[in-house]
């Protein structure tokens, strides 16, 4: 795995726009989607103290498959025999209970097989929270240093590079086109029902595509907004931030579902905002849920 080294600073994490700008910029929307983000309020600041090395991206197919076939774990799709959700041309969401755009759980789908082609440099998909931990602890185990889960705050301090904007680009939602792989006119004929959410853009990509193929943030990370909903390491709280140490937070000591961040291949630009939260239980497999690792920096390191 590639890391890059990014340094302690402090951001404003959080915050929504005013609603009149939100329907400006995302006049598709009904009002709802555009209100229901409370979870995301207050803005508040946030002091990173400590430099941390954060995978230049998400964790790819390659570099999964040689932790299973070294370590002989197994992921929860497979272990627990109910697998993972995939794509099916023929799946109708109108016929199950929940309407999920995909078809799930099943045995045939895990990480690997979303229902898609993927080659090794693609990133991992239907892995759970615990296998990010598992992968982590192996990593720590055999290399020596401490791999784990970007804290919320880590990922978007990491996430914005320096911004305040919707997206580190700036506010357009179609500047994603560049910089991350999101729902646009190459998966649009896929999903004809929520053909008028996707970016004007077509960048080749219906699915997944090979990790770093878009442009960098500021910090030269790759791929924080698309491709793959990446882990974090803390538990949601919907009132979370208004409660929020300012110094290196963790998120709530306690919780049932986890953080993810970032959006997927097949997420609209609203919701693959720098300060968007989504969350699932740590058993959760879904073909658009990835990871991302971060390595400690020893502390006689730091300094140099």
Known sequence: MTFVRVSAGSFWMGG????????????????????????????????????FYLGQHEVTVGQFQRFVEASGYQPESEADGTGGYGYNPTYDP????????????????????????????????????NDAQALAQWLSRTEGHRYRLPTEAEWEYACR??????????DDPQG???????????AAPLWPRWRQHALAGNDGHAFTAPVGRYAPNAFGLHDMLGNAWEWTGDWHGDTYYAQSPRTDPTGPAEGSVRVRRGGSWHTWSFYA????????????????????????????????
């Open 94 to 129: 109108a016929t199950t209970r929940r309407g999920d755009a995909f078809e799930g759980r099943d045995p045939r789908y895990s990480w690997r097989n979303p229902g898609f082609a993927q080659s090794p440099d693609h990133p991992v998909v239907n892995v759970t929270w």
């Open 273 to 304: 905002r720098c300060g968007y939260r989504n969350w699932n239980s740590p058993q959760t497999r879904y073909t658009l849920v990835g990871m991302r690792l971060v390595r400690e920096i020893h502390p006689a390191a730091a300094t140099h």
């Open 161 to 170: 590079a320096g911004s305040r904007s919707l997206y580190p680009h700036g």
């Open 16 to 51: 929504v726009p005013p609603l009149e700008t939100l329907e400006k910029t995302f006049p598709l929307l009904e009002r709802k989607r555009l209100t229901d983000l409370a979870d995301e309020s207050p803005a508040h600041e946030v002091h990173i103290t400590r430099d």
């Open 176 to 186: 994603l086109a560049t910089t991350g792989n999101t729902f646009d006119q190459s």
